[in-house]
T-cell receptor, first 114, second 112 residues
Framework: ETGVTQSPTHLIKTRGQQVTLRCSSQ?????VSWYQQALGQGPQFIFQ???????GRGNFPPRFSGLQFPNYSSELNVNALELDDSALYLC?????????????FGPGTRLTVL | KQEVTQIPAALSVPEGENLVLNCSFT??????LQWFRQDPGKGLTSLLL???SQREQTSGRLNASLDKSSGRSTLYIAASQPGDSATYLC???????????WGAGTKLIIKP
């Protein structure tokens, strides 16, 4: 049990809609990263937030955006959903003392876009 | 551009066997390499982290090796058990940023 939770577990949306995925980290974890994992593939880095500011981004378009809140929760927002956005979305948080290689992953949100 | 490949994509072995999972990467300028385990509905768990200056790391029945010059890492699992059944992924971190580049994983099934 990592102490990182994600909601919802599963979600079905239609193309063109918007979606918000949520992640709750442990107290003191001030860095959160979001990943997209397509079926049969490894995770791809979307972006990372540190102290409520984005401080790194992968090769994802601006319709993928995020927020991090002072209470160690965060959100991933995706606008104008496309069929290829169907994937498992993972968040991972890092404690202050652990450094960037100490990441605790949540169980993920499975998003299906029809 | 760094690319990480894992072969085979799937592996099924009888309980008790020793086995090796492979990971290769195209750019040897890595900061470190990690092996993860992924169980359905439970997210990812880090198993072993090897810094670029290290050759191997061990944890219990697991041993991971790193050969930067050849762009390869292996994960050795001794005396496999049904509970080892999971997908195993490797990920490398480049020198310049914290972004992890992942392989697609090897799905391991240990038959009782």
């Amino acid at each position: 049990e990592t102490g990182v939770t994600q909601s919802p577990t599963h979600l079905i949306k239609t193309r063109g809609q918007q979606v918000t995925l949520r992640c709750s980290s442990q107290s003191g974890h001030n860095t959160v990263s979001w990943y997209q994992q397509a079926l049969g593939q490894g995770p791809q880095f979307i972006f990372q937030y540190y102290r409520e500011e984005e401080n790194g981004r992968g090769n994802f378009p601006p319709r993928f955006s995020g927020l991090q809140f002072p209470n160690y929760s965060s959100e991933l927002n995706v606008n104008a959903l496309e069929l290829d956005d169907s994937a498992l979305y993972l968040c991972a948080s890092s404690p202050v003392a652990g450094g960037p290689d100490t990441q605790y992953f949540g169980p993920g949100t499975r998003l299906t876009v029809l | 551009k760094q690319e990480v490949t894992q072969i085979p994509a799937a592996l099924s072995v009888p309980e008790g066997e020793n086995l090796v999972l492979n990971c290769s990467f195209t750019d040897s300028a890595i900061y470190n390499l990690q092996w993860f385990r992924q169980d359905p509905g439970k997210g990812l768990t880090s198993l072993l982290l090897i810094q670029s200056s290290q050759r191997e790391q061990t944890s219990g029945r697991l041993n991971a090796s790193l050969d930067k010059s050849s762009g390869r890492s292996t994960l050795y699992i001794a005396a496999s058990q049904p509970g080892d059944s999971a997908t195993y992924l490797c990920a490398v971190r480049a020198d310049s940023n914290y972004q992890l580049i992942w392989g697609a994983g090897t799905k391991l099934i240990i038959k009782p």
